[in-house]
């Protein structure tokens, strides 16, 4: 079976017969040196070199010293040598296109693993450290930091050096230390020590490396433009298909030889922070712009029945530039619109610092519904524009990725109406965007914490609404759940956004239910969602709710349905996925007392953020309900 991913890079399938049950993934697989041979089409020459080459395998084995480990150098050099033979030989050997391919790839990996077991023997070590900052007239040479750039930006110029350490009594001899970097990248050698080392000798080289103008950024080969509508990643860069990330930017090399055989030693380039209290932290040189620009809110909408809005959006600025940076910022914006200021200068002093400025953007009236604009940022410096920025995804003993999206705000008029004067109360969870989306459309919303719970004045509020898993991280709130069930029970209305099997550890609802340890979703997006009372008051104020307001979700229906449920609930909805029971336990309702408590699976918290229209109107019927 065949099939090709966008972008132009092919996988193939190839399924093995098997007579025998297998105990591991190697079984059937012939992983020896004479495996080889099925691809030599029985040439004699061949196989008797594969023999060879496996004897020296097996010499190396047999001296194999974990107190003396370089002992094993002659055989593994006698290996490595043999092994470039028969690349040689098959290079002038007349085979099948495939046979010659396949032999080549495995030839090529095991003349590596010679490499590596050598140098792993001799317990040779290498750095590649882009070189600190020269030390100020006046200050000691033994105080200086070891501390570098975070990034390096196009146009930039800075030196780095390469250091290998011999430990072992074996001599070995340089012949070359070079740096691998990519086309257009100059690099000048301006010291190089290729003096023999033997226990604990070391060998320095030290190169000068401009980075030119049109350099590309460190970033993923593969990318999508929409995170809320794209599930199929392009591959941007053919040429690394089936790699995690694009190869290392700068590759630093030692040449050196042995028992008569070249070997060589590698590793990338490296940065040097200083994170306390965690002392010296070595990462990846990697390439950014100069300017790293967002724009916040990434996704907005704008209400269509108000009339001229004015709202704020913020860019933020982050200088990667060592050292006095100056420039300006200003909006893209829409014909008609207008923006305040029209640009901000930009001045940074160092490496690093972060800089938001914010402007004030007013929308025309008469703007129709579900229609798209889009606010865009520029940042200039030193005659470039940027119109991009990163977010570091970083982890402690993990190297950092830059994710790049443009800085650029995606606005969608929606025409949906909420009750004037709402307040809302809002028990964060795990962590969502709900808050600020209620706020784009002019809903005041308080984040309530543990004292709120505990002991606040929780009728102040016309609607509480509880983020999504909140009942998984937030102890206070199973405490205090009895609170919240009085506030219903009082005249509140409580909206519970989609939990996990936590939820059914107590009776957090005011009627008995139960979600089940595996509980279902629907995850395709555009499954067809039914409402089961039409003429129920959720779909009549303040918005007319119909099916049309399901079209456009992002990612999924929901999350987390109920499985049962008490007859105090009543179910309004129901969809599911393809060959999928119907699912009912998405939006559950129950009157309490004086008020009313409603269970969502739906999500709610995807939707909103991404700034789609009908889920605006349901979720702001939810939060009204009981309060028109």
């Known amino acids: 079976e065949r099939y090709f991913v966008r972008g132009g890079g092919l996988s193939v399938l190839e399924v093995l017969p098997e007579d025998k049950l297998e105990k591991n993934p190697f079984d059937g697989i012939d992983t020896t040196i004479m495996g080889m041979s099925r691809f030599t089409e029985q040439n004699a020459d061949l196989n008797a070199m594969l023999i060879k080459l496996q004897r020296s395998i097996e010499d190396a084995l047999t001296a194999c010293s974990h107190r003396q480990p370089w002992v094993v150098l002659p055989y593994l050099a006698e290996g ?374 505990a002991s606040g004045d929780l009728s102040s509020f016309n609607t509480i609404v509880i983020g999504i898993r909140a009942y998984a991280v937030r102890t206070d709130l199973k405490a205090y759940n009895r609170r919240l069930l009085d506030y219903v029970r009082h005249g509140g209305n409580l909206v519970v956004q989609y939990q996990t099997p936590e939820f059914d550890a107590a009776p957090y609802g005011p009627y008995p239910y139960k979600m089940g340890r595996r509980p279902e979703e629907v995850s395709e997006e555009d499954a067809e969602v039914t409402i089961l009372e039409p003429k129920h008051p959720m779909f009549k104020s303040p918005n007319q709710i119909t099916s049309s307001d399901f079209n456009g979700w992002v990612e999924e229906r929901g999350s987390k349905f109920m499985t049962e449920w008490d007859s105090g609930y009543k179910p309004l909805l129901f969809c599911h996925d393809k060959d999928q029971e119907p699912q009912n336990g998405g939006l559950l309702v129950a009157d309490y007392g004086a008020g009313v408590y409603t269970y969502t699976a739906y999500a709610f918290y995807r939707q909103l953020p991404a700034g789609v229209s009908g889920a605006y109107r349901l979720f702001s019927n939810l939060i009204s309900f009981g309060n028109d």
């Open 80 to 453: 490595l040598r043999q092994t470039r033979e028969l690349v040689e030989t098959v290079n002038v050997t007349e085979l099948q296109e495939f046979n010659k391919n396949h032999l080549y790839f495995l030839l090529k990996n095991k003349g590596q693993e010679f490499m590596d077991a050598a140098n792993k023997a001799l317990g040779l070590s290498i750095e590649v450290l882009v070189d600190p900052p020269p030390v100020e007239d006046g200050v000691p040479s033994f105080s200086r930091s070891s501390e570098t750039f975070n990034v390096a930006i196009p146009g930039q110029v800075f030196t780095l050096t390469t250091k290998v350490v011999n430990p072992s009594p074996l001599r070995i001899e340089p012949i070359q230390a070079t740096l691998h970097v990519p086309k257009h990248w100059v690099v000048r050698v301006l010291q190089q020590d290729l003096s023999a080392l033997s226990h604990n000798g070391e060998t320095e080289a030290r190169f000068e490396v401009r980075v030119p103008e049109e350099a590309s950024y460190s970033r993923p080969y593969w990318s999508r433009q929409s995170e809320y509508h794209d599930d199929v990643y392009t591959v941007d860069r053919p040429e690394f298909t089936h790699l995690p990330f694009q190869p290392p930017e700068v590759v630093g090399m030692l040449t050196y030889r042995i028992e008569g055989v070249e070997f060589k030693i590698s590793q990338p380039a490296q940065t040097v922070q200083m994170i306390q209290p965690l002392g010296e932290r070595r990462r990846l040189l990697m390439v950014a712009p100069a300017l790293s620009l967002t724009v916040s809110p990434s996704i907005g909408v704008i209400l269509v029945e108000t009339g001229q809005q004015t709202f704020t959006a913020r860019a933020e600025v982050l200088n990667n530039v060592k050292g006095i940076t100056e420039g300006k910022v200003h909006l893209q914006i829409p014909e008609n619109w207008t923006v305040t200021p029209n640009e901000h200068h930009l001045r940074f002093t160092h490496e690093g610092e972060i800089q938001t400025f914010p402007f004030q953007i007013s929308v025309p009236q008469n703007l129709g519904a579900d229609v798209n604009y889009t606010v865009r940022a520029v940042a200039e410096y030193n005659g470039k524009q940027y119109t991009e920025g990163y977010q570091v995804i970083d982890h402690q003993d993990l190297e950092p990725r830059y994710l790049y999206r443009p800085a650029s705000m995606e606005l969608h008029t929606v025409d949906v109406k909420v009750e004037p004067g709402l307040k809302v109360g809002y028990i964060m969870g795990v962590g969502d965007k709900v808050p600020q989306a209620l706020e784009q459309i002019g809903i005041k919303v308080q984040m309530l914490g543990s004292e709120d719970l």
